[in-house]
């Protein structure tokens, strides 16, 4: 059964028991008041008659000569009757003749003590309820039995309307009642129910669902509680789910950035295998080969950094541009030869601070980009001015479309989602190149028009000693 059922049909019998008993006491209560109010009268209506009864025999007795005749006490019986308006009977005792009897009762059915009222109620007929009341009278040497009636009939009738009034507020309460019962029991388990309809949205995925709390008692702290429950394993889940897509970032980000160093290990590999170089030819290209090996090791740690621990505080060396560039276009040399693409490097000397690592995955991810776009030709410069050094990454491949430019760097976006696909893309090049750029204090300035090509700029800061080239 459910708790709304529960509390409706326990409300309801309360409701109910609680109506019928006072009801009940009510009624007893007010019977029995109304039947010693009658009783208590009826027994001062006998002590009056008999006091009247013997007043007229008294004088009787004073004005005869002798005793007084039966005609005489039923003479004066009758007129106290009358005149008081009880009916009454009235019997020698103990034998029972009767002088007067216009209650039609016997004698016997009293037990009689000298000195006291003894009473009896009586039913007669279908409706009527009557009380007699008794006591000894004794007059000269004879003693009489008084027998006083009183009618009952009017008090239990009474009783009686007030069952029936009791009966009709009784069902009147008990629909009120029922009303009550059912309205409050909504009021009470609604908050319970609303509970339960969000709990089985949370436990089918909908972690936003939450419990209006409507007051502070019990089922308002439940509802709190479930909110704060619910809102501490949302937060758990949102941490979970970020840490979960970190490590795909992560996956996605090492596997893009694996492929140039990759490329240039088996290019400058090929070339010691097939090709006949000289000693200091093939030391070079095996040099090439260990150094981007390390870079390969050294980067897989560093983006692991970049990726899932959000690290921001990473090293920065003061490296020479020139010296770095000179890396850059030796290490994107194979691939641009594979893919017969001219590229093109000018540049100038200066000193800035990097995270090597990092910022040449910066400019080797640009490059790759530039390579993809379908240009012929990709131009690397390197400009030192005003104490700025510009680096700027130039194809005149297809563009990037005006309205996806602001776009490009959001995680998992692609221009051109086919040849992306088609290339091994994966969308996340130029969100981790804005990534790194960040960490370096600069950020990606791309300009494009489609169908002409692309040109990207990165500026950084150079350190204090470094020759200015106009």
Not at 7 to 27: C, G, K, P, R
Not at 218 to 228: F, P, T
Not at 293 to 303: D, Q, T, Y
Request: glycine share 6%; proline share 2%; with cysteine.
């Amino acid at each position: 059964m459910k708790f709304f059922s529960k509390l409706y049909f326990s409300m309801l019998v309360l409701i109910i028991l609680a109506l019928a008993v006072t009801e009940y006491f009510i009624v007893a209560l007010s019977l029995d008041s109304a039947v010693d109010t009658q009783l208590k009268s009826a027994l001062d209506n006998h002590q009056l008659v008999k006091y009247a009864i013997q007043s007229d025999i008294l004088s009787a007795a004073q004005s005869s000569t002798g005793e007084i005749s039966d005609i005489t006490l039923k003479r004066i019986s009758a007129s106290a009757s009358e005149s008081m308006g009880v009916p009454l009977a009235l019997f020698e005792y103990p034998s029972g003749k009767p002088v007067i009897d216009n209650i039609k009762i016997t004698m016997p059915e009293f037990v009689i003590t000298e000195g006291q009222i003894e009473y009896l109620p009586k039913t007669a007929g279908s409706n009527s309820k009557l009380l007699f009341s008794a006591s000894l009278l004794t007059q000269s040497d004879t003693t009489y039995l008084l027998v006083t009636q009183s009618d009952l009939t009017p008090v239990y009738d009474q009783v009686d309307d007030m069952v029936l009034n009791c009966v009709w507020v009784f069902l009147g309460v008990t629909a009120a009642g029922i009303v009550f019962a059912l309205v409050f029991s909504g009021f009470i388990t609604k908050p319970i129910n609303e509970l339960a309809t969000v709990g089985v949205g949370f436990s089918q995925g909908d972690y936003s669902g939450r419990v209006k709390v409507r007051s502070r008692d019990e089922i308002g702290k439940l509802a709190s509680v479930y909110n704060h429950m619910a809102d501490s394993i949302e937060e758990k889940i949102s941490d979970l789910e970020l840490a979960v897509k970190q490590r795909e970032d992560f996956t996605a980000a090492f596997a893009h950035e694996l492929k140039t160093p990759m490329t240039s290990i088996i290019g400058y590999a090929d070339t010691l295998y097939q090709k006949d170089l000289s000693e200091s030819e093939a030391r070079a290209a095996a040099g090439f080969i260990v150094n981007e090996g390390m870079r390969l090791e050294s980067l897989s740690f560093k983006l692991l950094e970049l990726m899932t621990l959000r690290k921001n505080d990473f090293l920065l060396e003061e490296i020479q541009m020139s010296d770095f560039l000179k890396d850059i276009e030796d290490t994107i040399r194979p691939a641009a030869a594979k893919k017969g693409i001219r590229t093109f490097f000018d540049y100038e000397p200066g000193y800035v601070r990097m995270e090597i690592d990092l910022f040449k995955t910066l400019v080797l991810n640009l490059i790759d980009n530039a390579m993809k776009s379908g240009t012929s030709d990709v131009a690397v410069l390197g400009q030192s001015k005003e104490g700025v050094y510009m680096i700027a990454i130039v194809d005149h491949g297809r563009g990037i479309p005006k309205d996806e430019l602001q776009r490009v760097t959001e995680a998992f976006y692609m221009v051109d989602k086919a040849r992306s696909r088609k290339e091994h893309g994966a969308g996340l090049g130029l969100a981790l190149c804005e990534r790194i750029a960040e960490i370096h204090n600069t950020r990606l300035d791309i300009r494009s028009r489609e169908g002409e090509g692309t040109a990207i700029r990165l500026k950084l800061r150079l350190e204090e000693g470094s020759d200015d080239v106009e």
